[in-house]
């Protein structure tokens, strides 16, 4: 391994002052550098540099940032030292309009350890991990590297950070991509792109088509027979449904499912979306660690993740894992709660709420008119017992283009996101109404669940627990109408849930009575005493 001398890479920035913004200097940069080493043995003039970078630049498929000829020689012959490449990398990556995933150090030094003991270890899309990248090499150094990017400008980059080490590998290549290298790895780290709207090519077989789900299961097909992934993923991947639940049961019974960790809210500065931490391994599952880390010493709610401390810590074992019908951390976590154990353990049949009821989200609407037809019912109309039909907004449209939405007797409405969970039964009023998209409307099949059983349940502590349990974001809540198909709910006779239905309404009725009783009294004895 040899060290080349670095020049920090404002020095670059300044040399592209006015000639380029700051989030294509990386490309200014490597493109001066890729056609010095090109053409190290020869003198080329103005013109002839300037070709050459542009073949370069069709190469990388990368636009040519500067605006002619003589700005690009200016620069070529100004800058003649090797700049800092992985400070470089990590201010392009940080300026990005959109901003790409950096991994914080905190969580690079979680994600490190487990390196220890393996002999070879790939580092998925190594961009994302700067500046942090070479310092996990050089720490081991007895190792050899694998780093990957599908971007060829950062895999160039990562290139010269390393140039001179003998035991790293720099390929331009996609996980998202089935077949994307031949060779496995004791060690895989990787934080792949989640949350976004692209998917996999079809007919690749594998289980998800969502970008973070094909990373999970394609890099697990390269761990050797001793080996590890170690991967971020958005939280969904514990409780989600459909083909989530697939890909779960597909890990559990054929890798060992090692860890699961919930990471603190906001690590990663461009997301608002919960992430956690896996750890699977060749083998079979058999107990897995469960844990909550937290941001020890965060200055504001929303600043950056410093340090991780472990917050919770336990270990579940496969039985239980299967019997609760996810991985998600809470309810793994609440096991140890007394009153959810009782819940649990007891004889009360439970069945999915998908089996009994129809879910679905409201429409999205824009056309609001107060002369309008149609009730709209948004989050705010939902109080804590009934809907405020009062003040529902009204729309203008017609009926007949709204009624696969028109809200049915009965129909339960819950907030798909905010900040409490609260519920209330829909009854019928004088005209149509509808719920706005930002509510979840859950419409029992009346032969098997009753409404107002289903809202005493969800209203309750337990409840409440398993609807947080599905929560999406960070601390606004953000749930899944598909996913709450998979919440257990109990499930007593009919009969027997009618009865607990009809004592709720009966004593909601007496408690709004005597609320109203004792108001009256207080304004009949405050008229009094301030009579004067």
Same mark, same amino acid.
């Given at each position: 391994?040899? *060290? ?37 043995? +020869? ?26 000829? /003589? ?84 895999? *160039?980059? %990562? ?15 996609? %996980? ?48 050797? /027979? ?11 991947? =514990? ?9 779960? +049961?597909?890990? =559990? ?126 989050? /705010? ?37 905010? =900040? ?35 809202? %005493? ?10 609807? /947080? ?15 709450? *198909? ?34 009256? $009294? ?5 008229? $009094?005493?301030?009579?004067?």
């Amino acid at each position: 391994m040899t *060290k080349t001398k670095k020049t920090n890479s404002w020095t670059y920035y300044n040399a592209f002052r006015g000639i380029m913004g700051v989030e294509e200097a990386l490309t200014g940069a490597v493109l001066i550098a890729e056609t010095k080493a090109e053409n190290k043995d +020869r003198e080329l003039d103005k013109e002839e540099a300037y070709e050459a970078m542009l073949i370069i630049a069709g190469k990388l498929r990368e636009p040519n940032p500067f605006k002619d000829v /003589s700005q690009f020689y200016r620069a070529y012959l100004e800058l003649e030292d090797t700049p800092d490449w992985e400070e470089l990398l990590y201010n392009s990556i940080a300026n990005e309009r959109y901003g790409s995933i950096l991994v914080p150090e905190a969580l690079t030094t979680v994600m490190e350890k487990r390196i220890e003991g393996a002999s070879t270890v790939m580092i998925a899309e190594g961009e994302k991990f700067v500046p942090s990248l070479r310092s996990i090499v050089d720490a081991h150094l007895d190792c050899e590297f694998t780093i990957t990017s599908q971007n060829s400008l950062y895999a *160039k980059v %990562i290139g010269r950070i390393f140039e001179g080490y003998d035991n790293v590998k720099v390929l331009k290549t996609s %996980i998202y991509r089935y077949g994307f290298i031949n060779d496995r790895f004791d060690r895989i780290l990787s934080v792949p792109n989640f949350a976004g709207r692209d998917l996999a090519e079809d007919g690749l077989n594998f289980i998800c088509r969502e970008t973070d789900m094909v990373a999970l299961e394609n890099l697990l097909l390269h761990i050797s /027979s001793s080996g590890e992934l170690v991967i971020v993923m958005p939280a969904r991947i =514990t409780f989600s449904a459909g083909r989530v639940y697939d890909l779960r +049961r597909f890990i =559990t019974k054929m890798y060992k499912l090692e860890q699961i960790a919930e990471l603190p809210d906001g690590i990663f500065q461009n997301t608002g979306i919960k992430t956690c931490l896996l750890e699977v391994a060749a083998g079979r599952t058999e107990d897995v660690v469960i844990r909550k880390y937290s941001a020890a010493g965060r200055k504001t709610k929303r600043g950056p993740v410093e340090k991780m401390e472990i917050t919770e810590d336990t270990f579940a074992m496969l039985e239980e894992i299967e019997e609760i019908g996810d991985w998600s951390i809470d309810k793994l976590l609440t096991q140890q709660d007394e009153e959810f154990m009782r819940y649990q353990a007891s004889d009360l049949k439970k069945i999915p709420l998908g089996e009994v009821a129809q879910i679905f989200r409201g429409k999205a609407v824009s056309r609001k008119d107060s002369n309008g037809a149609i009730g709209v019912v948004n989050i /705010s109309n939902i109080g804590q017992y009934e809907i405020a039909y009062d003040s529902l907004d009204k729309l203008d449209e017609e009926e007949r283009k709204v009624s696969n939405y028109l809200l049915q007797e009965g129909d339960v409405l819950l907030p798909a996101r905010g =900040t409490a969970i609260r519920t209330a039964v829909f009854h019928a009023q004088g005209y149509p109404c509808i719920a706005s998209s930002n509510v979840i409307v859950i419409r029992p099949d009346a032969k098997m669940l009753d409404s107002v059983y289903l809202k %005493i349940f969800i209203d309750s502590p337990i409840g409440n627990s398993l609807i /947080s349990s599905l929560q999406q974001g960070m601390t606004t809540m953000n749930i899944s109408y598909k996913d709450l *198909k998979m919440l257990d709910v109990p499930f007593p006779t009919i009969e027997d849930q009618k009865q607990v239905a009809y004592e709720y309404e009966n004593s909601y009725k007496d408690y709004i009575q005597s609320i109203s009783e004792a108001e009256k $009294r207080w304004k009949d004895t405050l008229s $009094r005493l301030q009579d004067f």
